[in-house]
């Protein structure tokens, strides 16, 4: 990866100065792609307020980071917290060693101190990467960012949106409010107050006339669960969760929960001055604005599918997870402390670690052999249970027709068992979570480890 090749993909997203910025390492080590610095920064996100929020390279939005399939990428993360950290890279099938998770795949990031991560990505698709410690926080002040692989043979779209949606737990001044309170953690999550894409409230992006526009959503959030609709009835669904989809469909409305991705392709109106409005719930995201351009007769791209191992299904061993409270537990007691451990996996939550104290997994997997995961909510909340290094492949739901398809992050809805089968071919120890954080932080976590 060389330094034209950067500069032609900044030049490609700077459409606006608000887009997500691709950012060139700084003063970078020789054979690095990217220095990524974490360290407090103050942004703005509300108008005339500051916030004090923890950033990549000082601001935010963070560095879009752009890797090609199957060529290696290279990234220095510099902690310049006063606490330890990680970068998880999430959805990447790479090499547990890179997975960002402390102890349990590498030592914390303490600061003053640096990490290199290297991987060659197997899949091309949208990404994004945040650390896997004291991660209300983290997340919740700014530390998320997109990751964006290109396919090794690109497809030929007119214009590449990166939308990373957010809703700040800010106040009008800017400063924060709660990230997490007890009963909310114990619900749905405590939510945000400014809704945001790229930091930004609805903001208006040009795109060509006649262009065929893709349009990535990624919900970098602690906590919403989108619900996204467009003002074109014929915006298509080409990627989930950075997979693409072997028929592409139309939009109507899809449910993004944290972790999760959307790749959209729109063909703009080939008039200038129309625009194109991505809603939440009736309520504005985005939109997109044509521009003058001599595009005219331009048809979608198709995507290439990623290498997502076939699952041997009539081999394949089923295990059963039940998500679900701990009846048994006071959300706080008398003493108005909190107790941590509500949620629960198999009637188990998770314990913590550190080093040299790793708990046991909840399940152990044979390298090569398909598993099916029967995934079982039993509450009345939605879960998006997000597993690393691995790519699920959906099969059925007990509340809704499925087409069969490639996640790393299976939403669940209230009452909801998913049936989504698994090909453990790549060994370590995988972190296996809801990614609604305040969920992981109060128990919805564990690991699989394959060997």
């Known amino acids: 990866m060389n330094r034209r090749r950067f500069i032609k993909s900044s030049l490609l997203l700077a459409m606006t ?20 610095i974490v360290a407090p920064a103050d ?26 399939q199957h ?54 698709g949208s990404f994004w990467y945040h650390p896997h410690m004291n991660s209300v926080e983290q997340l919740g002040k700014g530390l998320v960012g997109a990751l964006i692989v290109d396919e090794a043979e690109k497809p ?51 795109v060509p006339a006649g262009g065929a526009i893709r349009v990535r959503f990624l919900n970098v959030d602690n906590t919403l669960v989108y619900d996204v609709k ?11 969760d950075g997979n693409p989809i072997a028929q592409p469909r139309t939009l109507g409305n899809h449910l993004i929960a944290p972790g999760m991705r959307l790749d959209l392709g729109v063909i ?31 048809r979608l791209p198709t995507l290439p599918l990623n290498p997502i191992p076939a699952p041997d299904l009539e081999n394949a061993e089923t295990i059963k997870f039940a ?20 949620w629960t996996m198999n009637r188990r939550s998770w314990e913590g670690m550190s080093k040299g104290n790793i708990p046991a997994p909840l399940a152990k997997l044979e390298l090569g052999k398909t598993y099916i995961f029967e995934l079982a909510n039993l509450t009345q909340y939605h879960h998006p249970i997000h597993i690393h290094g691995h ?21 669940l809805g209230q009452n909801e068992t998913v049936i989504a089968a698994l090909v453990a071919d790549n060994p370590g120890r995988w972190m296996y979570h809801c990614h609604i954080i305040e969920h992981l932080k109060t128990g919805f976590m564990g690991y699989v480890e394959v060997s």
């Open 17 to 36: 100065s608000t887009l997500p910025r691709v950012v060139l390492a700084t003063n970078p080590s020789a054979g690095f792609d990217y220095e990524l």
């Open 43 to 68: 942004v703005n996100i509300v108008p005339g307020g500051s916030t004090p929020a923890l950033s990549f390279n000082g601001g935010y939005p963070s560095p879009v980071i752009r890797a090609k």
């Open 71 to 124: 060529q290696p990428v290279r990234i220095r993360v510099v902690n310049q917290l006063n606490e330890p950290t990680t970068i998880h890279w999430h959805g990447m099938r790479i090499p547990i060693g890179m997975d960002g998770v402390p102890f349990l795949s590498q030592p914390p990031i303490m600061p003053g101190e640096t990490f290199d991560y290297e991987f060659t990505p197997p899949d091309a």
């Open 156 to 206: 030929d779209f007119d214009a590449d949106l990166v939308l990373c949606m957010k809703k700040w737990h800010i106040k009008d001044d800017g400063s924060f409010t709660a990230l997490t309170t007890p009963q909310n953690a114990f619900r749905m999550g405590t939510p945000g107050r400014v809704m945001t894409i790229n930091g930004e409230m609805h903001p208006t992006y040009d």
């Open 230 to 240: 467009s003002t074109d009835s014929d915006a298509q669904i080409i990627a989930i």
């Open 268 to 298: 703009a109106s080939s008039k200038v001055g129309e625009t194109v409005t991505f809603k939440h719930k009736n309520k504005p995201l985005v939109t997109l604005r044509t521009v003058a351009s001599k595009l005219k007769d331009r």
């Open 323 to 342: 998500f679900e409270w701990n009846a048994n537990i006071t959300p706080i007691h008398k003493d108005g402390k909190v107790n941590y451990n509500f």
């Open 391 to 411: 790519t699920f492949t959906v099969l059925k739901s007990n509340k809704k027709a499925i087409t069969p398809f490639h996640t790393d992050t299976v939403l």
